[in-house]
């Protein structure tokens, strides 16, 4: 299954975050990127694929231990959007996370606030980790929306603990399925991740992400 669409990014630091992803994308050999650095600042098109996972029933194993001690995840429940953006954009931009910058405070607050929506953030030693957002507003079903960590806090099992425990209270909600997507631009061991944690590919969909000044 596939598609097709394109996305306006603002110029800010993407050039250098383009060089990242080119770089990347010569070691994987998995991507396709074009970037013009012309006088005008560039532009260029991103070519991204996007996986969809699921999982039909719960691990067996259940959530693992924490890997460390002093770790507590912690649900907001009013979620503030500068504190959202904050964990967002921080998590996100090695990885191109454009989505949620692309909506206003407003409709960002409507999300993140809505009842059926949960924004869980993974603290250690004071400091938040890494945070998933759970969507529960479709019937039967649970989307894992975000999952991640902080660049700094990659590495040690953090990311399997903060799976498993956002699994463990998506399925507490009895859905048929959990499900999830992940894209090109994301960690090049995600899609591994996922599917060692027990979920299965679906489909996948491509997507060019345009890259223009504004």
């Not at 800010?12 to 396709?32: D, M």
């Not at 013009?36 to 719960?58: C, I």
């Not at 956002?166 to 994301?186: F, I, K, N």
């Amino acid at each position: 299954m596939s598609g097709h669409s394109t996305l306006a990014l603002p110029r800010g630091g993407i050039q250098y975050r383009l060089a990242v992803t080119a770089w990347r994308i010569q070691q994987a050999g998995r991507r396709e990127v074009t970037v013009n650095n012309g006088p005008e600042g560039g532009g260029g098109r991103l070519r991204s694929v996007v996986s969809y996972l699921e999982m039909r029933a719960p691990p067996v194993e259940g959530p693992p231990a924490p890997p460390r001690p002093g770790l507590a995840l912690v649900r907001l429940e009013r979620p503030s959007v500068p504190f959202y953006r904050f964990l967002y954009d921080t998590i996100g931009e090695p990885w191109l996370w454009i989505d949620r910058r692309r909506i206003d405070d407003a409709g960002l607050e409507a999300i993140i606030r809505h009842p059926r929506v949960e924004v869980h953030v993974l603290y250690g030693g004071g400091e938040p980790l890494g945070y998933a957002e759970l969507d529960f507003r479709v019937p039967g079903e649970v989307e894992i929306v975000y999952c991640g960590l902080m660049p700094h806090a990659i590495g040690g099992g953090l990311g399997r603990y903060l799976l498993g425990q956002a699994l463990d209270r998506a399925w507490a909600a009895g859905p048929e399925r959990v499900w999830l997507h992940t894209c090109t631009q994301d960690h090049p061991g995600a899609l591994g991740f996922y599917r060692r944690a027990g979920f299965v590919k679906t489909h996948e969909v491509e997507e060019w992400v345009e890259i223009a000044p504004v």
